[in-house]
């Protein structure tokens, strides 16, 4: 069968009336479960997959797979409006999406995240359709050096994710590296800063430390003084971008795909670090870096276009090998067992309806999110001017709510109280929380897969530089390095990181 | 005398009435299971298999509720520590066995904080290797790890997950260490044995048999006494010379201790009719396993296989020198 036979026959699946319908009650639950703090995809998915019993196979998992998507691009949308990211994804939106909004820049802010996230959400499902078999294939030559190589390039590049003093960018990396070590070792069962409570075994909570960090610190730093938010309410100016945010979001959207396509395709946390990378290079090769962490423009259309490509291609992994990239893809292969199907090499074989069905309806999907959203934005600006004694308590308490509703752990309820404040005392003190979070992400996988290689290469280093991969990815953080030494660029990097105060 | 017979005849009548409306009215609300793994998992799937059929023979809701960490004493504890009502109930694996072992200051004993209601089924095992591995059977596979050591690598989903278990099982049928690559999750450790980054690995049949049937991995035996029906060219381990390795990831239904036994025999008969239910059968079948019989569905069946597995795994864990705190 070759592929536009294929597509066709996905796309007849996928425009039947009740699998539109499902694809729509997909994404329109994604969108309110992203846009309402703390509850992601993960919860929702599991609470959900009872009801697709009663469902056909491929409705059930059009209307899962478009919660997931969905997520992201309602994800965004607390962000930017209230500095709440619910994902790791989105929390690099917060840094600049959240000082757009600050400057009444809320309406262009989200248009730019809807936008930029249908075109990489669209051009994501073409490579999926094309070449996720061969890509698949390419993603299996990525092992524990592979994957240490590029994390190790990942943190070297995001240190431009600060924009204070480098001193606390680095203080905060690594103070986000120690908090990443809290749980259970993997390799020996040792636990580690558990403080003998098994509610720490399996380490905090990232949701639990996103929403502390950002969002519960920003809350403590509103109700300092009634000013700062009566500002952030009267500003709200255009709802829509203009002329010239068009000319300056467009090669971060190019840019923001074709990263996230690439790094979701692995399935070793490549994803986490599609956003990140986006905006490191964004920032880079800015001609006006000293404006990202202001409200640049670029600094959410990057991203979020990274990110919702990566949501796209992590599916690639799943469908053509059966391997679940992250934990929202592990419950997709639940799903996929309750329904009868084992997902495997074998589904695109055995199931090619349902399998050209479930891709047919992402770009469907991506249309429906577009269609949604750009309306909401004047409704979710509104909610700005909702008086905020009303809103914080409300933003708490669903946080609460939702990150308890992930592992119904108390103790991540007690991580948002803890890292609230710790937040609140970070941003007295000048340092920025988004570092803080690439190192908590970062930093196990940077270890997991640093010993993982170490024991299977049975203790020899060179395993990292005689694979081609690792070696290539290693020699570009090498050239990271040295770049930032160079003393001609050093005067470049002092404008990077202008002191704040 | 006729009145005061009557008086005691009303007085007994209210005293009993309580107990039978009780007994009548359960399940008046939905009933809980706590899944002490993340949703989405092979647990977690045959856990709501059974929960959904559950709920039709209950003619309540019966809910799902995934408390994952800590190798799965975290839900066991929680479950360990609810209302003994039948409205909290717990399903594990054969962790349960082991938990006692690997972790050890467990705050609850497996055998005297719950009480058990019957068992579920038995997933077989599969010894695999990456597609390229040089070995042709089971007993080749058995001389070269007795020849190479730890050369080799054995991948596993964690320590107490039961792909970390077949593989202290296995060393220790063949007499040989290898060096042993623990993931977090199966997900990542099947990526790394399609990649060729690992050697080897023994895992449950509804992780892998997608998988076997598809080529992309190679199968060495299955680790229980008879061979599978949906993979039937596979040999036992005990055809393969190696009988030692007999291993199967068993899972139980429990609630918390003093469970009053109206309630225990409501649950079991559940129990009994999900697991003679067609579709229960039939997606069992997909995951390569089968539900157990009526006759082990039952707390005595339940009871003899924690208590005999426990005793099992107690010197085969402290022989590895696997701990987990």
């Known amino acids: 069968m070759d592929i536009f036979a294929s597509l066709g026959l996905g796309f007849a699946t996928a425009l039947e009336p009740m699998n539109i319908l499902y694809c729509f009650i997909g994404v329109l639950l994604g969108t309110l479960v992203g846009v309402l703090p703390g509850i992601g995809p993960t919860a929702t998915i599991a609470m959900l997959l009872p009801i697709t019993f009663s469902l056909s196979p491929v409705g059930a998992l059009i209307m899962l797979a478009g919660i997931y998507y969905g997520a992201q691009y309602g994800g965004s949308t607390t962000a930017i409006l209230i500095n709440l990211p619910g994902e790791s994804s989105s929390a690099v939106t917060a840094i600049d999406g959240y000082q757009m909004a600050r400057k009444g820049r809320a309406g262009p802010a989200l248009a730019t995240a809807a936008l930029g996230s249908f075109f990489a959400g669209s051009v994501a499902t073409l490579l999926l359709a094309f070449f996720a078999p061969p890509l698949a294939r390419a993603a299996l030559s990525f092992g524990p050096p592979e994957y240490f190589a590029l994390i190790v390039l990942g943190l070297l590049v995001s240190i431009a994710l600060a924009h204070g003093s480098i001193l606390k960018a680095l203080a905060m990396i690594v103070l986000g590296l120690l908090l990443g070590m809290v749980g259970q070792d993997i390799y020996t069962g040792t636990p580690r800063f558990t403080f003998g409570f098994r509610e720490l075994f399996s380490g905090l909570n990232f949701v639990s430390v996103a929403v502390g960090v950002f969002g519960v610190a920003e809350i403590l730093r509103n109700l300092e003084s009634e000013k700062n938010r009566e500002v952030m309410v009267k500003k709200v100016t255009n709802l829509w971008l203009t002329r010239d945010d068009f000319r300056r979001i467009t090669a971060p959207v190019l840019r923001g795909t074709a990263l996230g396509s690439v790094l979701g395709i692995l399935p070793g946390g490549g994803h986490i670090l599609s956003a990140f990378a986006s905006y490191s290079a964004e920032k880079r090769l800015s001609k006006t870096p000293q404006e990202f962490g202001k409200g640049a423009i670029e600094g959410v259309a990057g991203p979020e276009s990274a990110n919702n490509a990566a949501a796209q291609t992590s599916f690639i992994p799943l469908l053509t090998l059966g391997i679940p990239a992250h934990p929202v893809m592990a419950l997709m292969v639940g799903a996929f067992i309750l329904q009868g199907i084992t997902p495997g090499p074998n589904v695109i074989n055995d199931e090619p309806a349902l399998f050209w069905g479930i891709i047919a309806s992402m770009w469907i999907g991506n249309l429906l999110l577009v269609l949604l959203n750009l309306p909401l934005i004047g409704l979710w600006v509104k909610m700005l001017t909702i008086p905020y004694r009303v809103l914080f308590p409300a933003i708490v308490i669903f946080a609460c709510i939702g990150c308890y509703s992930i592992n119904n752990n108390i103790f991540d309820v007690y991580g948002i109280v803890f890292f609230g404040l710790l937040g609140y005392v970070l941003i007295r003190l000048g340092c920025e929380p988004a570092p803080l979070l690439l190192g908590f992400v970062l930093g196990p996988l940077l270890e997991e897969h640093f010993r993982r290689a170490m024991i299977i290469s049975r203790g020899d280093f060179s395993v990292f530089v005689t694979r081609p991969i690792s070696a290539v990815l290693l020699a570009l953080a090498l050239g990271v390095v040295i770049l930032a030494l160079l003393p001609s660029l050093r005067r470049k990097r002092a404008e990077v990181f202008v002191e704040e105060d | ?325």
């Open chain 2, 1 to 325: 005398m006729k009145h005061r017979h009557i008086l005691a005849t009303l007085a007994l009548g209210t005293m009993l009435a309580p107990v039978a409306a009780l007994a009548q009215a359960y399940p008046d609300r939905p009933v809980t299971i706590i899944v002490p793994f993340a949703a989405g998992g092979p647990t977690d799937t045959v856990s709501r298999l059974v929960g959904e059929v559950m709920s039709r023979e209950l003619g309540q809701q019966v809910l799902i509720q995934n408390v994952g960490g800590a190798g799965g004493t975290l839900g066991a504890g929680q479950a360990a520590d609810a209302e003994a009502d039948g409205y909290t109930l717990l399903i594990h694996h054969i962790g349960m066995s082991t938990a006692p072992t690997l972790y050890r200051n467990l705050p609850f004993d497996p055998l005297t904080d719950f009480t058990p209601i019957g068992l579920i089924t038995e997933v077989p095992m599969t010894v695999i290797a990456r597609k390229d591995f040089e070995s042709a059977s089971l007993a080749d596979l058995v001389e070269k790890i007795k020849a190479e050591g730890e050369a080799l690598t054995y991948g596993n989903a964690g320590i107490g997950a039961a792909s970390h278990l077949c593989g202290m099982l296995l060393m220790e049928a063949v007499g040989a260490q290898m060096t042993t690559v623990p993931y977090q999750g199966t997900g990542p450790m099947m990526t790394d044995l399609l990649g060729g980054q690992i050697d080897l690995s023994c895992d449950q049949t509804t992780n892998t048999t997608n998988q076997i049937l598809a080529g992309e991995i190679k199968a060495y035996a299955v680790t229980v006494p008879e061979r599978l029906a949906n993979l039937p060219d596979l040999p036992t381990t005990a055809e393969g010379g190696l009988p030692a390795l007999e291993v199967s990831v068993w899972h139980g239904l429990y609630g918390p201790e003093g469970l009053p036994q109206e309630v225990v025999d409501r649950l079991q008969a559940a129990l009994v009719a999900a697991l003679a239910d067609e579709t229960v059968i039939q997606r069992f079948a997909e995951l390569g396993t089968t539900p157990v019989s009526a006759e082990e569905a039952t707390p005595a069946a339940l009871t003899e296989t924690l208590t005999s597995q426990i005793a099992t795994w107690k010197p085969i864990i402290e022989a590895a020198g696997a701990f987990a705190n």
